[in-house]
Structures are given as structure tokens and as C-alpha cells.
């Protein structure tokens, strides 16, 4: 870790009730984090609000935003039966703390083994009883009026679509497969603009439960990072999570989802619209990243080759194919 950012991370540690030990550079993508020892050696989670994309909006980051991101996870660590990141006031009894023009935040570090995708049937089954849970509670949550998020809307799916013609015209994807992606995604949007935004079927969600964000200890699933987390469809956060399960343990995630949390009638071809709009809405997070040319036209191939194209040609796939780590 350089001086500079040691620095930075010290200075915000000290508007904190925090004896620190050691600091350690953990990673930057949409916040740079450092993993905190204090003396007695309780670990926490130090977030500073800048990201490595150029494409992260400033509505996730502002400071009503982080505010109601904390008061989420606060009503979710009292409240929800889950093990989330709890957050950590400063010593002016405030969740985010600003110096020098950047917002930081505090957190309890949560433990857990991370994995790089799921391949197996139990811990297929412990994220859908944990998303479960997470959605049972958040349709009986009321925000308080000060609580703003973002939300997963059709829209965001057409900015990406928008920026994938782009890409065509450019020669940076292939024209053959943004005309597949295209399809699959306006598909997808119709199939949202149908659906009501209603308590079982809308609210609060994570909006990245992939695996860098689940964590596996005591023989469940814990969840971290909630810095996507705004209002959408309850399965869109399944959307984003089963490109990671093999297709032959995905069952598994919805068994132990439903018994937590209701799933629609036809939730299986609402869910497949649902993995086409998140991996399409997650694009316009990778277009700010500064090496996405080097991985991202080979990624959205292997998309319109597979589950796209099944989905633009309305074949099922959710429970068949090859996952994209084969």
C-alpha cells in the first residue's frame, strides 16, 4: 500500500473511536477498502467513496445515499436475522464522514470464505435461503422519509443498450452479437415494464450478490457490500446471482429462496429476464473500468452465444448450458 493511501485511510480512521493496529489495502473497484485491526483486535471495513470505474454515478456515492445505506444495514443487523456489515458512527455520532472533499465510512468487518463461483447444490441453497430472508424482511421495511436510493429500472437497461451500439459501431463487439444482446435486452425490459411494483414483488435489494459479495461461515451465507443496494425487483438480485450457480444447482437456490420468500407464478422465465437485465445493467459500471476493452467484447460473445440468444428466441435456459466459468 503506498504512503499516500495509508495516509488518507489514517486520517479517516481518526474521527472514529478506533484504536488502530494495522491497515491494510484490501482492493478499489466501486470504493477503495481497507481491512482495519484495531488493539484489541476487532476488524472492521474502511470504505473510501472513490471508484475505480469512471461509470459509477454520483447517485450511488452522494451523501444521502451512503446515510441511507447505512440505515439499511443497521436495520438489517437489528432486525433481519442476517449477518451484514454493521455500520460504525464516527465520534460526531454520524454514519459517513467527509474530509478533504471524499466520503468515508466505517464498518464491522464480517467473516467468511469467498469463492469464485458456486459450484455446488448447499451453497447454492444457503444464498437463496439468505436472499430469501433479505427480501422477506425488506417487504415489510418503511424507508423513513430521508431514506433515498437508486433504482434498477427499465432505463438503466437502455442506457446499456445504448452504450452497446456504441461499442458495435466502434468495432468493439461484434455486430452479429450486439444485434442478440439487443434483442435479449429489450426483451427484458418489456418483461419489467409489466410487472407491479408492489411489496412482494418490489423493494429494497443488494444489487451485486455475486461471489466477491457472499461469504460462507457457521453453514450459511452472509452478505457484503451493500453500496449497489436500491429499490427493484426482488428478482433481479437472483438475476445476478445465478450466473455464478452451475445450472444444475439452481433449483436448489430457488427451493431454499421460496421457503423464506414467495416467488411469482412463471418465476423461471421472469427470472431468465432477470439474469439478461443484470448482466446488461452491471455493464454500465464495466464500460468505466480502465481494461474493460481487454475482457469485455470476449464476456458479451460468450453471452449472445448462450443465454442471450435463448432468451431473444424465448428458449428456456436457467436450468440447462454451459456456465461461463467452462
Known amino acids: 500500500m503506498s504512503d499516500a493511501l495509508e495516509l488518507s485511510a489514517r486520517q479517516f480512521l481518526s474521527f472514529y473511536p478506533v484504536r488502530v493496529q494495522t491497515v491494510e489495502l484490501v482492493g478499489q473497484s466501486a470504493n477503495t477498502v481497507f481491512k482495519v485491526t484495531d488493539m484489541e483486535q476487532k476488524r472492521y471495513s474502511l470504505r473510501l467513496h472513490h471508484s475505480k470505474s469512471e461509470g459509477l454515478e454520483g447517485c450511488w456515492t452522494d451523501l444521502p445515499a451512503l446515510r441511507s445505506e447505512m440505515m439499511w444495514l443497521d436495520a438489517l443487523s437489528a432486525e433481519a436475522g442476517l449477518v451484514v456489515p454493521i455500520p460504525v458512527k464516527n465520534g460526531d455520532g454520524e454514519w459517513v464522514t467527509v474530509a478533504e472533499g471524499l466520503a468515508g465510512t466505517l464498518l464491522e468487518w464480517v467473516e467468511g470464505e469467498q469463492k469464485p463461483f458456486i459450484p455446488h447444490a448447499d451453497d447454492a441453497g444457503r444464498i437463496g435461503r439468505m436472499l430469501g430472508l433479505l427480501h422477506r424482511y425488506a417487504s415489510g421495511w418503511m424507508p423513513p422519509e430521508s431514506f433515498v436510493r437508486p433504482a434498477f429500472v427499465g432505463e ?12 458495435a459501431e466502434a468495432g468493439q463487439v461484434a455486430a452479429e452479437d450486439a444485434v442478440v444482446l439487443q434483442a435479449a435486452g429489450q426483451r427484458a425490459v418489456a418483461m419489467m415494464d409489466t410487472l407491479g411494483r408492489t411489496p412482494d414483488h418490489w423493494g429494497l435489494i443488494h444489487g451485486d450478490a455475486i461471489p466477491c459479495n457472499l461469504l460462507f461461515a457457521a453453514g450459511g451465507c452472509r452478505l457484503i457490500d451493500f453500496g449497489a443496494c436500491g429499490f427493484g425487483y426482488y428478482l433481479f438480485d437472483l438475476g445476478w446471482t445465478c450466473p455464478y450457480i452451475h445450472p444444475s444447482f ?7 429462496y421460496a421457503a423464506e420468500f414467495w416467488l411469482p407464478e412463471g418465476h423461471v422465465e421472469l427470472l431468465e429476464g432477470f439474469f ?4 446488461l445493467e452491471t455493464m454500465n459500471f464495466w464500460l468505466g ?11 458479451l460473445a460468450r453471452l449472445a452465444a448462450r443465454e442471450f440468444a435463448r432468451y431473444a428466441a424465448g428458449e428456456p435456459f436457467l436450468y ?7
Open 156 to 167: 438503466r437497461i437502455g442506457q446499456a443498450l445504448t452504450k452497446l451500439e456504441g461499442l
Open 320 to 326: 440447462g448450458g454451459t456456465p461461463y466459468w467452462e
Open 276 to 279: 439478461v437485465a443484470a448482466q
Open 289 to 299: 473500468l480502465p481494461d474493460h476493452g481487454e475482457w469485455l467484447p470476449g464476456h
Open 250 to 256: 439452481r433449483k436448489q437456490l430457488l427451493e431454499e
